[in-house]
């Protein structure tokens, strides 16, 4: 265990290192202070800002934040509705097509037209009734060969 630190068992030193220069103790004071003293305010624009409180601060904020949005969203608004042709106009022009092109288009392995498209366009210029003639056994047929569920059967 280590003996407890005592004062009184040092020996003190006779005499300083040196010797302070003369009249520093008195200049002291002044030269302290010239170190502390604040420096020259600077202008900030928005300075006055940080003298409100903090509920004015976060009203201004959102209110900006509101403003800016607001103007985003007129800004980027875009016209009207664009009026749409009339929905005749393409069937005029596509009887304009002859029949054969217009066939050969459609039965086309690449042309992206739906299934159901197809049909009703096919019903609409009577184009079954060239392809299809099924007879009542052929119907029956196709109809027994689609999968059905047997729990909608009961």
Do not use: I, N
């Not at 040196?18 to 200049?27: I, R, T, V």
């Not at 004015?56 to 800004?75: E, I, K, N, Q, Y």
């Amino acid at each position: 265990m280590k003996p407890a630190f005592r004062l009184d068992q040092h020996p003190r030193r006779a005499q300083p290192l040196s010797d302070p220069p003369a009249g520093y103790f008195d200049q002291l004071p002044t030269r302290l202070m010239a170190r502390v003293a604040a420096p020259p305010a600077r202008f900030a624009p928005l300075g006055w800002l940080w003298q409100v409180s903090a509920a004015w601060r976060t009203s201004l904020a959102s209110a900006l934040l509101l403003t800016v949005f607001g103007a985003a969203f007129w800004l980027s608004e875009e016209p009207g509705p664009v009026a749409q042709p009339a929905a005749s106009a393409p069937l005029t022009s596509l009887d304009a097509v002859p029949r054969a092109q217009l066939v050969a288009y459609l039965l086309a392995p690449e042309t992206p037209v739906e299934t159901a498209d197809l049909a009703a366009t096919a019903q609409r210029l009577g184009l079954t009734r060239q392809f299809m003639r099924p007879s009542a056994r052929e119907l029956t047929e196709a109809l027994d060969e689609q999968p059905a569920e047997e729990s909608a059967m009961l």
